[in-house]
């Protein structure tokens, strides 16, 4: 297998044994800063201002990301909102940071309905491997976390999100391991912590790489036996408003009737996640197919501002070869126990835990002139080698730690434990969004937000399991905070997306967001036949697993 890389191949297992003890160069600050303005994605001016909402005329916004801020609503213009269903909260979105809320508010007497656009799970949270942070190591505190998020961040976090973020990390690990997640211990029995790009002192606490999952799992089990309404393959179309400036429920379109259903809540909690899959400037994404950013639109149509939506996370390993795993996590823990970056010449070019930004771009960098290996399929990447870990912390230890790693590339006859793998930045994250308070509260009443769909917290470039425990955090502050601020129940119109409507009418063009599904998913807002699904699936190429289904 890879054939094709074999020279290269030889030369980075030529070099192993002399890499092997040798620190790789860490670029000082002006070489880190030289890199990310030269390489780095969101650094090449792909970007512009949008021309109407609470931001026109001011911060840039990659193009995608502008195009679907000033698109139009998917509603019908003659629209009437009549609710259909009337609740004390609505969440919107069924990933850690919603059902987190959704389980905060049990027990409250408010009535709560979840509405997610697939089934309760289906997020970004899932698709998180490598950890989440946690002030728990005897030489470790809540402010260390912050000082080390903060450089990480550029100086440019919220402080107070941040703040509340390090301080509930410990009891945010807590309140996770009573609802049943099994975090990875030492034989001691302490939490196992590793280190992660940026951190001062290992405070990553994991499950193997499948940590999201692991937490979704307990959220989930444990959302199902509230109360709550679980609304899934219910798609937000927009939001509703009382006709005076505050939001008071949503459009939902609920995907098996085809029909939309208007929801009347006195509060909503935004928790829709992020948006690597739009794509921008063509990257393939870690993300959840559902990560098409379209709470960023709801909320702007309302005059929520958006902050530092300039900068997006490329996690610099991300699968390049097979092609078929194009794009998807190979997470950064692997790199954090030693699995080197190397150049097609064999050379470990840069510290592997080098900030996410600066690592990104000093692979592109690598790769643009000439330094990469060139898959079949015309992508170029560089060498993350795995098979160091095991010569550096003993046989098995690969195998024994990402299990979910092996799993993906045995199935293409390839083991990350023999043979280094092919690597290149991938979409990741979207650092900002949402601008909320230390309360989750946005800048419209009635509308709060948690989670990757807010920006601020991480400033402009997030820390490997500042995610994970950010949905935790902030999942329980908002439900928290809708608890103690709720509101009485408004009246129900669409004022807000009328006179959006009317601002955008200069714009040329007729986009129509939020974008719901991935162009490259063939997903619709009502769901493809079984037929037809499998109609589509038929033709299949060397690269695609075999149909399990056909004997
Ligand atoms: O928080 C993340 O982005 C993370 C833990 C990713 C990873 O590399 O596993």
Redesign the pocket.
């Known amino acids: 297998m890879m054939e094709w890389a074999k020279e290269s191949l030889e030369k980075v297992e030529a070099s192993r044994p002399a890499r092997i003890d040798q620190p790789a160069p860490q670029p000082d600050e002006s070489e880190a800063d030289s890199i990310l303005r030269q390489y780095h994605p969101d650094y090449l001016g792909h970007e512009r201002k949008v021309e109407v909402g609470p931001n026109a005329g001011e911060q840039k916004f990659p193009l995608e990301l502008a195009q679907l801020l000033e698109g139009d609503s998917p509603l019908e213009p003659d629209y009437a909102p009549h609710p259909e269903i009337e609740t004390d909260v609505l969440i919107i979105g069924g990933g850690g940071a919603g059902a987190t809320a959704a389980l905060t508010l049990e027990g409250s007497g408010l009535s709560v309905h979840l509405a997610t656009k697939l089934r309760l799970g289906d997020s970004n949270t899932v698709m998180?491997?490598?950890?989440i942070q946690s002030a728990l190591g005897v030489d470790d505190s809540p402010r260390r976390h912050f000082a080390d998020a903060m450089v990480g961040g550029h100086g440019e976090n919220d402080p107070d999100l941040l703040r509340i973020l390090c301080e509930q990390g410990p009891e945010s690990i807590r309140w996770l391991s009573q609802l049943g997640c099994l975090f990875d211990q030492n034989e001691d029995g302490r939490f196992s912590l590793r280190g992660?790009g940026g951190t001062s002192v290992p405070r990553?606490l994991a499950c193997r790489?499948y940590?999201g999952l692991e937490i979704m799992r307990v959220l989930k089990d444990a959302v199902r036996l509230t109360g709550t309404q679980i609304l899934e393959e219910h798609v937000a179309m927009e939001l509703v408003d009382d006709g005076k400036g505050r939001v008071t429920g949503a459009i939902l379109f609920d995907r098996n009737s085809g029909k939309t259903v208007c929801v009347s809540a006195r509060a909503v909690i935004l928790a829709t996640g992020g948006s690597g899959q739009i794509r921008l400037q063509g990257f393939p994404t870690s993300n959840h197919v559902g990560a098409t950013g379209d709470g960023l639109v709801l909320a702007y149509r309302q005059g929520c501002r958006l902050i530092h939506l300039d900068s997006y996370?490329y996690?610099p390993?991300g699968a390049c070869y097979p092609e078929a795993l194009a794009g998807q996590?190979v997470?950064?823990?692997i790199r954090s126990i030693g699995a080197q970056v190397v150049n097609a010449e064999g050379v470990h070019f840069i510290d592997q835990m080098a900030y996410r930004d600066v690592l990104a771009g000093a692979i592109i960098k690598e790769t643009l002139e000439g330094r990469g290996v060139k898959t079949p399929h015309g992508r170029t990447g560089i060498w993350l080698d795995t098979p160091m870990v095991d010569l550096k912390k003993g046989s098995g230890s690969l195998a024994r730690q990402f299990p979910g790693l092996i799993h993906r590339f045995e199935r293409y006859n390839i083991d990350p434990a023999r043979k280094p793998i092919l690597i290149y930045p991938t979409l990741?994250?979207q650092n900002g969004g949402i601008r909320v308070d230390s309360e989750c509260r946005t800048d419209v009443a009635g509308l709060w937000a948690c989670g990757e769909v807010t920006g601020g917290l991480h400033g402009k470039n997030?820390l490997?399991?500042?995610?994970?425990l950010d949905i935790t955090v902030f999942g329980r502050k908002s439900a928290e905070s809708v608890l103690h601020n709720i509101p009485e129940r408004g009246a129900v119109t669409l004022t807000h997306l009328k006179r959006y409507r009317t601002e955008r009418s200069k714009i040329e063009g007729v986009t129509v967001s939020p974008k719901f599904f991935p162009d490259a998913s063939g997903m619709k807002l009502k769901p493809v036949a079984v037929e037809e699904k499998q109609e589509a699936g038929s033709s299949s190429s060397n690269f695609e697993p075999r149909n399990p289904f056909n004997f």
């Open positions: 998180a491997e490598g950890g992660g990553v790489d940590t996370q996690h390993s996590l997470t950064e823990a990741h994250y997030r490997m399991g500042n995610s994970l």
